[in-house]
């Protein structure tokens, strides 16, 4: 079956850095890729939608100068949190889907505390 | 944006029991699919209903859809521990389109 794979599964960072996780589709080709945010005991929320080789389109009230969104291949896309900061603290969720249909599969999510 | 509610927020039952959750939603649909959460991970796809589907089965759960009232249930039957988890409706109107999820319900099933 179509798996797909986040890296880190967990990060730490301070207040100011940057953290860049992964996503990548590991058995077949994504054309799209997703990127939720889930808070603690609350559902998803989509953050943005990356195509790849174009620029990624961005939810309401989602900063894309904050999140950037790179899908540089047909199996990776990436997700920098720039200048993180203690509320960026969530579990990052990202989905690819071929674009033939409707079905997502999903990463395992990537656990971000920001000290 | 979420699509909409699920209820109940949270549900306890005994081992054995059957489970049902509820998933309402607010635009057109093209299909509904309901995922598993454990706690602190990924998604589990169980089971994707087609807007001109009304019931479908797989082991334990059945999914009803009811496209007028743009409704979705979940039933699990004969409930394990194992089941414990949060369960969440997501909608889809267009292929190639994000999933747009419910608020979910937190399973807990007690032995």
């Known amino acids: ?115 | 944006s979420q699509q909409g509610e699920e209820d109940p927020q949270a549900l306890s039952i005994q081992e054995g029991e059957n489970a049902t959750m509820n998933c309402s939603y607010k635009t057109s649909i093209n299909n509904l699919q309901w995922y598993r959460q454990n706690s602190g991970r990924g998604l589990v796809h169980l089971i994707l209903i087609r807007s001109n589907e009304r019931e479908k089965h797989s082991g334990r759960l059945r999914v009803t859809l009811d496209t007028s009232k743009k409704s979705s249930s979940l039933l699990i039957t004969a409930s394990r521990a194992a089941d414990t988890a949060s369960y969440f409706c997501a909608t889809s109107n267009q292929a190639g389109t994000a999933l747009i999820f419910g608020k979910g319900t937190t399973l807990s099933v007690s032995s």
């Open chain 1, 1 to 115: 079956g179509a798996v797909v794979s986040q890296h880190p599964s967990r990060v730490i960072c301070k207040s100011g850095t940057s953290v860049k996780i992964e996503c990548r589709s590991l058995d077949f080709q994504a054309t799209t890729m997703f990127w939720y945010r889930q808070f603690p005991k609350k559902s998803l929320m989509l953050m943005a939608t990356s195509n790849e080789g174009s620029k990624a389109t961005y939810e309401q009230g989602v900063e894309k100068d904050k999140f950037l969104i790179n899908h540089a291949s047909l199996t990776l896309s990436t997700l920098t949190v720039t200048s993180a900061h203690p509320e960026d603290s969530s579990f990052y969720i990202c989905s690819a889907m071929t674009g033939a249909g409707y079905e997502q599969y999903f990463g395992p999510g990537t656990r971000l505390t920001v000290t």
